[in-house]
DNA sequence: GTCAATATACCGGTCTGACCACTTGACAGG
DNA sequence: CCTGTCAAGTGGTCAGACCGGTATATTGAC
C-alpha cells in the first residue's frame, strides 16, 4: 500500500518525498505487468479501486491519468478502465524506464546507424521537392555557420531531422527526432570537438551534398551508401578504430537517482 | 479556452469529447513551444493558472500531471511548476501527437525493417546467455501454439521483443516494443491472415531457429541476414511484390478520428 | 418470439473548498 | 556577519457532491 511520506523530524530528509499518483501508478504497472490484470481486462471502478488501494479518488485519478498518458491504459467515459493490449509485448517498464536517465553515446550511435540509413533511403523515394529544397536550404546554413566560426552542432542535427521528415515515415522520423534531441545534451559537448575541426566539418559537407544530390536523383541505394559512410566516418572519430561492440553486462542501475 | 464540451441535442455526437485535462494539456503545450514560457520558466501558480484558464485545480493538476509524465514540465513540491529544458530540435509534438492515430502498416514495416536487423546484429555480440536461453524458450513456445492450432501472433511478438532487449540497446528496445505493440492493434488482424499459414508458419521457425544459432555462434553478419532474408519474405507476403515503396502524397490525416 | 425503444444503475468527469506538508525568504537575535 | 525562526505561498491530498455518458436490463410493439 502506498505510504504517505512521514517528516518524523523536519530535517532529516533522506529522499525526496514521492507523490501519491507516482506510487499509485507504480503500483498498477506492477499488477499488469505481473498479469494480475490482463490486457484487455477491466479495472475496478474508480471509487472501489481508490478505496481497495487506500487513496483517495483524485490520486488514484491522477495516477490513472499518467498511465493513460504512458499509453498503458485506456480510459472510456462512462464505461471504465481497460488495460492496452501492450502487455504481453512491451517488456519496457515505461513508468520506471522513463523517469531515468537515458542511453549512453554510443548506444544512441548504434540506433542512429539502424534508423538514418533507412531514412535516406526512403527519403530518395518520398520527399518532395519542398523538402529537398529545405535540405539545401539548411546545408546552405551550416556552411554559413561554420565560415562565421561557430559550432554547426544545431545546424547538423536539424538536417537529419529534415531527411527524416522527408522519409515521410512517422516512427524514423519520431526516433531521429529523439536520438538528435539527445545529442544536443551535455554528454556530447566534449565528443563533439573531435569532429569539429576544418577537415572533418569539410567532409561532412561534401557528405551532405552528395546525399542531397542522390534525393534528388531518386537514387536510394546512393542516398543509403553516403549515409552508411558517413556514419562509418563518425563512429571512427567518436569511438575510435577499436570499438568492437563491446557487450557490457546487465548493469544494474538501481533507480534512486533521479534528474534534476 | 477549453470549452466544456456541449451537448446540444443528445444524439448529435460529432467528435469524442474531449476531456478537460487533455485540452488544458494541449494549450499549455501550445504555450511551451510557443515559447510563451520559456525552458527552465516557472509557470504561475496551480491556483492562479486554474483560474487563468478557466478551470478548477484538480483538472488543471491532470494536465500538469499529463505533461510531467511526458517530460515536458517538472513539478516542484513547495515551490512551482517549470518547463524543462526542451532542445530546439525536438520538433515533435509530444502530446498531440502521443494521442492520435498510429502509422500505418507499411510505415511500421518500413521501421522494422530498419530496427530489427540492427537489433539481431548487436544481440549477436551482445546477448548474454540466459537472454539467448529465452529466446530458445520463446521459440518453443511458438512451436507449442502452432501445434496447439493457436494463432502464435503474441509469441511472435515476445520473441522480436527479446531480441531486442539481447540487442542491448534501450532505443532499439523501445522502438521495437512500440512497433510490436502496434502491430497488435485491430489493423492488423486481417493483413495477419496471409502469414498465419502452415507453410509460412514453418518458415518463420526456420529463421527464428536460423538467428538463434546466428547469436550463439556469436555470428552477427549471419544474424543480421538471416533478418533480413525474413522480413524480405513478410513483406512479400503482407504487401505484395509490387511494392515499390510508393512515394504517398503528404496525406493530410484530419485527426478526427479515435481509436476504439 | 424477436427486436427496438426506453429506463436505470453504474461509471468516469468535473467542481468546490478545505487542510496538510514543503520550500523559501525575510527578519530578528546572536 | 551569520544563524535560527517564522510566516507566506506553493504544491499535495482529501472528502463529498453533482453532472453527463455508457451499457444493460427492462419494457413495449410488432
Same mark, same amino acid.
Given at each position: 500500500?502506498?505510504?504517505?511520506?512521514?517528516?518524523?523530524?523536519?530535517?532529516?530528509?533522506?529522499?525526496?518525498?514521492?507523490?501519491?499518483?507516482?506510487?499509485?501508478?507504480?503500483?498498477?504497472?506492477?499488477?499488469?505487468?505481473?498479469?494480475?490484470?490482463?490486457?484487455?481486462?477491466?479495472?475496478?471502478?474508480?471509487?472501489?479501486?481508490?478505496?481497495?488501494?487506500?487513496?483517495?479518488?483524485?490520486?488514484?485519478?491522477?495516477?490513472?491519468?499518467?498511465?493513460?498518458? !504512458?499509453?498503458?491504459?485506456?480510459?472510456?467515459?462512462?464505461?471504465?478502465?481497460?488495460?492496452? $493490449?501492450?502487455?504481453?509485448?512491451?517488456? $519496457?517498464?515505461?513508468?520506471?524506464?522513463?523517469?531515468?536517465?537515458?542511453?549512453?553515446?554510443?548506444?544512441?550511435?548504434?540506433?542512429?546507424?539502424?534508423?538514418?540509413?533507412?531514412?535516406?533511403?526512403?527519403?530518395?523515394?518520398? $520527399?518532395?521537392?519542398?523538402?529537398?529544397?529545405?535540405?539545401?536550404?539548411?546545408?546552405?546554413?551550416?556552411?554559413?555557420?561554420?565560415?562565421?566560426?561557430?559550432?554547426?552542432?544545431?545546424?547538423?542535427?536539424?538536417?537529419?531531422?529534415?531527411?527524416?521528415?522527408?522519409?515521410?515515415?512517422?516512427?524514423?522520423?519520431?526516433?531521429?527526432?529523439?536520438?538528435?534531441?539527445?545529442?544536443?545534451?551535455?554528454?556530447?559537448?566534449?565528443?563533439?570537438?573531435?569532429?569539429?575541426?576544418?577537415?572533418?566539418?569539410?567532409?561532412?559537407?561534401?557528405?551532405?551534398?552528395? !546525399?542531397?544530390?542522390?534525393?534528388?536523383?531518386?537514387?536510394?541505394?546512393?542516398?543509403?551508401?553516403?549515409?552508411?559512410?558517413?556514419?562509418?566516418?563518425?563512429?571512427?572519430?567518436?569511438?575510435?578504430?577499436?570499438?568492437?561492440?563491446?557487450?557490457?553486462?546487465?548493469?544494474?542501475?538501481?533507480?534512486?537517482?533521479?534528474?534534476?
Amino acid at each position: 500500500m502506498p505510504q504517505r511520506q512521514r517528516t518524523e523530524f523536519p530535517s532529516l530528509k533522506v529522499v525526496r518525498p514521492k507523490r501519491m499518483y507516482e506510487q499509485i501508478a507504480e503500483q498498477i504497472e506492477a499488477l499488469i505487468r505481473n498479469g494480475d490484470f490482463a490486457p484487455g481486462a477491466r479495472l475496478p471502478g474508480e471509487r472501489e479501486l481508490a478505496e481497495t488501494i487506500g487513496v483517495s479518488r483524485p490520486s488514484l485519478r491522477e495516477a490513472l491519468i499518467a498511465l493513460e498518458t !504512458l499509453g498503458l491504459i485506456e480510459v472510456r467515459v462512462g464505461d471504465g478502465t481497460y488495460v492496452r $493490449a501492450a502487455s504481453p509485448v512491451s517488456a $519496457a517498464p515505461t513508468w520506471i524506464q522513463s523517469k531515468d536517465l537515458g542511453p549512453g553515446p554510443l548506444e544512441q550511435f548504434r540506433a542512429r546507424r539502424a534508423v538514418e540509413p533507412a531514412c535516406a533511403e526512403l527519403a530518395a523515394a518520398a $520527399a518532395t521537392a519542398q523538402e529537398i529544397a529545405a535540405l539545401e536550404k539548411c546545408l546552405e546554413r551550416i556552411i554559413a555557420t561554420i565560415d562565421a566560426g561557430r559550432s554547426p552542432a544545431a545546424e547538423h542535427a536539424r538536417f537529419h531531422v529534415l531527411l527524416a521528415e522527408a522519409s515521410h515515415n512517422s516512427i524514423l522520423l519520431s526516433v531521429a527526432s529523439e536520438l538528435w534531441r539527445l545529442r544536443s545534451g551535455e554528454m556530447w559537448e566534449t565528443l563533439r570537438r573531435r569532429v569539429e575541426e576544418p577537415e572533418s566539418l569539410a567532409k561532412g559537407i561534401a557528405f551532405r551534398r552528395r !546525399l542531397v544530390a542522390s534525393l534528388r536523383a531518386r537514387d536510394a541505394a546512393g542516398a543509403c551508401a553516403a549515409m552508411q559512410a558517413h556514419l562509418d566516418r563518425v563512429e571512427q572519430l567518436y569511438f575510435g578504430p577499436e570499438d568492437a561492440a563491446r557487450a557490457k553486462p546487465p548493469e544494474r542501475t538501481p533507480r534512486s537517482r533521479r534528474r534534476r
